[in-house]
Nanobody, 123 residues
Framework: QVRLVESGGGLVQAGGSLRLSCSAS????????MGWFRQAPGKERNFVAA????????GYADSVAGRYTIDTDNAKNTVYLQMNSLKPEDTGVYYC????????????????WGQGTQDTVTS
């Protein structure tokens, strides 16, 4: 009943920017928190950024704070991740996710996930 589809990933040179989009669809979508998570090669999936659908709460992993910006267009059921000043260590598969109960940064709480989009940052 809920589908999340990411787009906008690709290959970019270090210092460049990417803008990811995640579109949510479904007849009943009760997601309260929308988040972005990254799984780097050989590592676990970790929190990157999250935002509440209402109330304006947002947060970022320390590694991306000041470089990434998460925002939403609730009318379009879309969440965005603007990534600036990209570094090779930002490389990974980025997943959009949703959680219906409350705003959280906990990966394990999110129960709706997109298919992921590959972001590769070259030196």
């Amino acid at each position: 009943q809920v589908r999340l589809v990411e787009s906008g990933g690709g290959l970019v040179q270090a210092g460049g920017s990417l803008r990811l989009s995640c579109s949510a669809s479904g007849r009943t979508f009760s997601g309260y928190a929308m988040g972005w998570f990254r799984q780097a090669p050989g590592k676990e999936r970790n929190f990157v950024a999250a935002i509440s659908r209402t109330g304006g709460s947002s947060g970022y992993a320390d590694s991306v704070a000041g470089r990434y910006t998460i925002d939403t267009d609730n009318a379009k059921n879309t969440v965005y991740l603007q990534m600036n000043s990209l570094k090779p260590e930002d490389t990974g598969v980025y997943y959009c996710a949703a959680y219906s109960l409350y705003y959280t940064h906990d990966t394990e709480s999110y129960n709706y996930w997109g298919q992921g989009t590959q972001d590769t940052v070259t030196s």
